[in-house]
């Protein structure tokens, strides 16, 4: 009987041994099986729509707003990485790029960003400016979620970006371009990977502006045969291209509370200190272009801060020796904005 129980024993150990060696063998065959590497992919974008409206409809041509602090335009579309879309929305991808006139080499045509930030030619896009969350448009769900709509706004300074449409005086044969790219996040321990550049054209629109803002020229009280002392009235060019003033007078004469005067007995020049008989023109009903006026587009400042100069036109007003008008008299003139000649 003690036999039996040793032998019991010993054979026990002996198949427990073997188990034990059997699943040892085949969980290191296993282990090696399910081994693989993980690498970051490089993330790729779509070419941005251009639009005046947030993932609105695409854009040929862009009009700039007459004496707008700024102006939008938004430029959309879709990010991919086949890793996980959120490897483009975490705070740490980067994003950038450039708005930028086609021909403007000198500023930054070439790379990602401006060589020089120019109102009139060039605008960085950083990372601030785009958005992954927008309203209506492809979202990154989840982790497994591989795209993602993006969306960088870009303002526009002003109203001085250079025209490229038919019209313009210069830059005909160029366009206004946007550049976009991103640097995505992976996990830890793998390389960032920076997407390819791509990019979308538009034209910028001329726009001929001008602003008189609120002002209004008061000549005072004055008795028949009594010029005036000289007024001034200040011109804004608020448009993207150089351009010359047209004057001329609503009606051929004064609205007065009695009796009538002629638009003429207004004369009015871009030199002050003239004379009523020596000051330039008569306002009339036609239209008169002095190149006098030339006023030049504003311009801007590598800090995109807006540097505007006004021109003056001066004012002066006779009333007839012969009398004929009596009480408040009143006259509107109208400043119309052409091409610089």
């Not at 041994?17 to 290191?28: D, F, K, L, N, T």
């Not at 992976?186 to 034209?203: C, D, F, H, N, Y």
């Amino acid at each position: 009987m003690q036999l039996n129980a040793l032998y019991g024993i010993f054979f026990t150990i002996i198949v427990a041994a073997a188990c034990i060696a059997v699943v040892i063998y085949r969980s290191g065959a296993d282990s090696e099986v399910q081994t693989s590497t993980v690498t970051n992919a490089t993330p790729t974008l779509a070419a941005p729509t251009l639009s005046s409206a947030t993932a609105g409809a695409s854009d040929s041509a862009f009009l700039l707003t007459e004496n707008a602090t700024t102006n939008t335009l938004y430029a959309w579309g879709t990010a991919t990485d086949t890793n996980t879309c959120q490897d483009l929305t975490s705070a740490t991808a980067a994003w950038f790029g450039k708005f930028y006139r086609s021909n403007a080499s000198a500023i930054g045509a070439t790379g990602d960003a401006c060589g020089t930030q120019d109102g009139q030619k060039c605008y960085d896009l950083t990372d601030a400016m785009f958005t992954t969350t927008v309203a209506g448009q492809d979202a990154c769900s989840s982790a497994t979620d591989t795209t993602v709509t993006y969306q960088a706004t870009v303002n526009i300074i002003g109203y001085m970006a250079d025209p490229t449409d038919a019209s313009a005086v210069a830059n005909t044969s160029s366009f206004w371009t946007v550049q976009v790219a991103v640097t995505d996040a992976p996990s830890a321990g793998l390389a960032a990977k920076r997407s390819p550049s791509v990019s979308t054209q538009i034209e910028m629109t001329q726009l001929l502006a001008l602003d008189l803002g609120a002002q209004t020229v008061d000549f005072g009280a004055l008795a028949a045969g009594d010029t005036s002392a000289e007024k001034s009235l200040s011109i804004e060019n608020t448009g993207n291209e150089n351009i010359d003033v047209k004057f001329s007078a609503e009606s051929a004469t004064w609205s007065c509370t009695s009796g009538q005067m002629n638009a003429s007995t207004t004369h009015y020049s871009a030199t002050s200190s003239q004379g009523f008989a020596t000051a330039t023109y008569a306002l009339t009903t036609t239209a008169t272009t002095d190149t006098a006026w030339s006023k030049a587009k504003a311009t801007t400042t590598a800090s995109l801060v807006v540097s505007e100069a006004s021109k003056t036109a001066y004012w002066l007003l006779q009333i007839p020796a012969a009398g004929g008008a009596a009480g408040k008299c009143n006259q509107t003139a109208t400043l119309t904005p052409v091409l610089d000649s």
